[in-house]
């Protein structure tokens, strides 16, 4: 069996390259977004599907995380929203005879694009230990079968739970009760890979893991600095609220190594003068920054916001820093020491340019700072995010209406699944509540996190691996290692709507649990699999990147009639795996999602009344101290400045830094095409962005083939790549993920928060 993910497939490799775009969304995003719908749809399903994406009664957009306006707002998608709802309303189905046509070692030999074509699974599918093919079974054999396994473990933290951010509140709190209840915290999460970062720095630095604006400060705002996102493609309603922001008279600073579509101009769809016009031009500044310097430039910017306040006398809130904050003299005099011109020298970019910027940061007061995963998934993305709060801090741009910190989500649900404990180290205050209601003790020891997870199971510590949703196999690094220690497990379960890599590099034994998608209508069942007499449709709960609870109820009739709901499969494996314990009503829950919602409401602060709010049109939001009025939640109330050294990190000679990005044809690991549009790039995506001074000083020339190298504790390589000039701060490259996930070693990752570092790899480049 093949452990690294193929290259490509046979049609593949047809590449065209235009000019990147200046704009981002308009006619083109629409067309666009219509054109795969219909492909995967129908024109008629199409527009029916499309119309009830993040209504108060439709479906929460599976798209990202970023907040909807309000219900007045009609027609909220995009064009990525909608691709990403066409996905999961495909007409495409994966049956019972694709698994006896297609053996799974066939399937290996696939890449991403061509797995997630074949469409959504139909039926709970096991492959027995030794075989080549999954076959059909129903859902208490394959519950069984996890339950024997399960059982068999000889200590509960030798199991791994996986989850994916999708998933939904309701489904994220049984799923966590049953882990702590079968005994480990071993609840690694996508989060792990993705704004892991930033939950550690907003906690230890404001108190709460979590953004401090809301979608109204954003609007509000005078200042808004966009650093290390792509929202153009990755959050595109964003833009509608830059826009907004703009209207109001405020500046938008973009830092970001490439010059981003998204970013510079955007034609609003739901205007006709976006539609036809030019647009509105987003970024006043724009500093192209070298990959994975951000560290640097926030410290020479906060350095020069002291001598600013030097000079002036009025730059620094000293009224705020006295009252709400600690450790604000620590931090100017460690700033004094630094040398600027290092700093700068760091960031490759020019002083006039980043003098503009501190004096925008000196004379704005309601400033906020949004990011994602061009500051998270570096090696120094934690104290990069403290320096980035010293900043909002500095200038009392915190807990104030139209300033504070916006680390932009992306799973829809992934901040959701935090508040409901999908987390490996969860707090006393969390599991204290847990065991007064359920009459149990949960456990304390921590459990393993996404890379932690990766090594226990390669080195034989654990041997069962459940994911509720997510793609493991080609979301995590150093691809060829993580493909053998899932090889090394006896069972892995997938709880999924579509077929992926997961389902084909596998434990010696596999399952396959095929769940309804957020589009689907929820019919309630029983645990024994009947419908519930008289039931009626259920719906789930989301949390956004800013905090709000709403409701999402889908309305389509299910891609096959055996799927069923996450919350009943969780209840299904756990009635099965678990001894009887009269607190633990799973088939109660299975079949009413109000009554898990009453669970919830028991358990966790901030959903009192939670099955009344969370039925008002725009649902509620949940309690958050930075954000209410800077009460900050760290013990003294008050936020407190960090001080971390210069970074003191060089590229080596003949070595780049390598970033690994989304194309605009993608979600995660789900490949819905070859293009990327905004970055003029098609047909292909094994291309490698690059100066062209850098590919003159190497020799190359534009489409030349390489392979892409990266030496830490042994050689890893990533092969046949294209080279393209592009416009990317010298001594960087870009390629897209998963396909460059090989690159990455397992030890490579974020300090204190263990992110893979998947956008600092020392690469170098091997012609072919
Ligand atoms: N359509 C679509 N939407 C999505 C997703 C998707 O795959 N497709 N994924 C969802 C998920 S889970 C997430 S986490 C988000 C991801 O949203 P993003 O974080 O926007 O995603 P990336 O493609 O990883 O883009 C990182 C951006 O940071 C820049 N960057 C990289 N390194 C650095 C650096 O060192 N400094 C600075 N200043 N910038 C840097 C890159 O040039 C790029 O513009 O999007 C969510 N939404
Ligand atoms: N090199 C590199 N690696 C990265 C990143 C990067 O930028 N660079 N980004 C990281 C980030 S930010 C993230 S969030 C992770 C993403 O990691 P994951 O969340 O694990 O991956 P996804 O590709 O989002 O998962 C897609 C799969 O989810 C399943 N699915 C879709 N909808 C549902 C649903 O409603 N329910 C269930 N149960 N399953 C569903 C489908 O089967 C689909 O195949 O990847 C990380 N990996
Ligand atoms: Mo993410």
Redesign the pocket.
């Known amino acids: 069996m093949p452990t690294g993910p193929p290259t490509a497939d046979h049609d593949e490799a047809d590449l065209r390259v235009s000019e990147p775009k200046r704009s981002a969304a308009g006619v083109p995003g629409v067309v666009a977004s219509l054109r795969h719908a219909r492909a995967q749809l129908g024109p008629a399903r199409a527009a029916r599907t499309l119309l009830a994406v993040n209504q108060p009664q439709g479906f929460d957009c599976p798209?990202?995380?970023w907040p909807d306006p309000g219900p007045t707002a009609h027609l909220e998608f995009c064009e990525?929203g909608a691709?990403?709802v066409a996905e999961e309303a495909t007409l495409r189905r994966v049956t019972p005879e694709f698994f006896a046509e297609h053996p799974v070692s066939e399937l290996a030999l696939r890449t991403d694009h061509w797995l997630g074509q074949q469409g959504r699974l139909t039926h709970p599918m096991l492959r027995p230990a030794g075989e080549d093919h999954y076959r059909p079974v129903s859902w208490d054999e394959a519950f069984d079968v996890v339950a024997a396994e399960l059982a068999r473990t000889a200590h509960p933290d030798r199991a791994v739970f996986y989850t994916s951010?999708r998933t939904s509140n309701e489904a994220a709190f049984l799923y966590q009760l049953l882990v702590r209840r079968f005994g480990t915290n071993n609840l690694p999460d996508?989060s792990n890979m993705?704004?892991e970062s930033s939950g550690v720095a907003l906690t230890q630095t404001i108190g709460i893991g979590k953004g401090s604006v809301t979608l109204d400060d954003v609007h509000e705002a005078e200042l808004v600095v966009v650093?290390?996102?792509?929202?153009g493609?990755?959050?595109?309603r964003m833009l509608a609220a830059l826009e907004q922001a703009k209207a109001g008279g405020a500046v938008v600073v973009a830092?970001?190594?490439?010059h981003?579509a998204g970013l510079q101009r955007f034609k609003n769809p739901k205007r006709p003068r976006g539609v036809i016009g030019s647009g509105t031009a987003l970024a006043d500044e724009y500093l192209q920054?070298?990959?994975?310097?951000?560290l640097a430039l926030f410290q020479y910017l906060n350095r020069r916001l002291v001598e600013l306040d030097d000079e002036r006398g009025d730059v620094l809130d000293r009224a705020f820093l006295a009252e709400s904050c600690e450790g604000a003299d620590e931090l100017v005099a460690h700033l004094r020491t630094l040398d600027p011109d290092e700093l700068l020298a760091a960031t490759g970019l020019a002083r006039a340019d980043v003098e503009r910027v501190a004096e925008l940061l000196a004379t704005r007061s309601r400033i906020v700072v949004c990011w994602?995963?061009?500051?998270t998934?570096?090696r120094q993305a934690v104290p990069t995010i403290r320096e980035i709060v010293n900043t909002l801090l500095l200038r009392g741009s915190i807990g104030r209406p139209g300033a504070g910190a916006c680390p932009?989500?992306?799973?829809s649900n992934?901040q959701g699944d935090r508040t409901m404990g999908i987390y490996e180290k969860p707090a006393e205050g969390f599991l204290k509540p847990i065991d007064q209601r359920y009459q149990f003790h949960a456990p304390r020891a921590h459990g393993y996190d996404v890379v932690d997870c990766i090594g226990a199971m390669r080195d034989g510590h654990a041997k069962v691996f459940v994911a509720l949703g997510g793609n493991f196999i080609s979301a995590t690094p150093d691809s060829e290692i993580t493909a053998k220690a899932i090889m090394n497990c006896g069972l892995t379960v997938q709880i999924s709507t579509k077929l992926s890599r997961s389902h084909v590099i596998t434990g010696e034994e596999a399952i396959i649990l095929p769940c309804l998608g957020r589009s689907e209508r929820d019919m309630p069942h029983t645990l024994d699999g009947s419908e519930v007499d008289g039931g009626r449709p259920q719906f789930v709960t989301v949390e956004d990147s800013m905090s709000v609870v709403h409701r999402s109820q889908g309305s389509r009739p299910p891609a096959s009639p055996h799927l069923r709901s996450e919350p009943w499969i969780v209840c299904g494996m756990a009635a099965a795996a678990l001894p009887e314990h009269p607190t633990l009503r799973w088939h109660a829950w299975a079949c009413d999602h109000d009554r898990i919602r009453d669970e919830i409401e028991a358990v966790i602060p901030g959903f009192s009344d939670f099955n009344k709010r969370v039925r008002t049109p725009d649902g509620f939001v949940l309690p958050n101290g930075a954000r209410d009025g800077a009460n900050f939640t760290t013990g003294n109330g008050k936020a407190r400045f960090s001080v971390d050294p210069a970074p003191e990190w060089a590229v080596p000679q003949g070595s780049f830094l390598l970033?690994?990005?989304?194309t605009?044809d993608?979600?995660?690991t789900t490949v819905y095409g070859l293009d990327d549009h905004y970055r003029g790039i098609h047909g292909e995506r094994r291309a490698v962005l690059m100066h062209a001074d850098d590919m003159q000083a190497l020799g190359l020339v534009e489409r030349q083939r390489v392979d892409l190298v990266s030496s830490y504790d042994r050689e890893r390589v990533a092969t046949d790549f294209f080279v393209l000039p592009y416009g990317i701060a010298r001594g960087c490259v870009?390629t897209y993920?998963p396909e460059a996930n090989v690159l990455v070693p397992l030890h490579l990752k974020a300090e204190k928060s263990g992110t893979p570092a998947s956008?600092?790899v020392l690469v170098s480049l091997r012609k072919r």
């Open positions: 798209g990202c995380a990525n691709k990403a951010g996508c993705c704004h650093v290390g996102q792509n929202p493609t990755n959050h595109p830092i970001n190594p490439l981003e920054i070298k990959v994975g310097a951000d994602a995963m061009g500051i998934q570096h932009v989500r992306g799973h992934v970033m690994t990005i989304r605009h993608q979600f995660n870009a993920f956008k600092s």
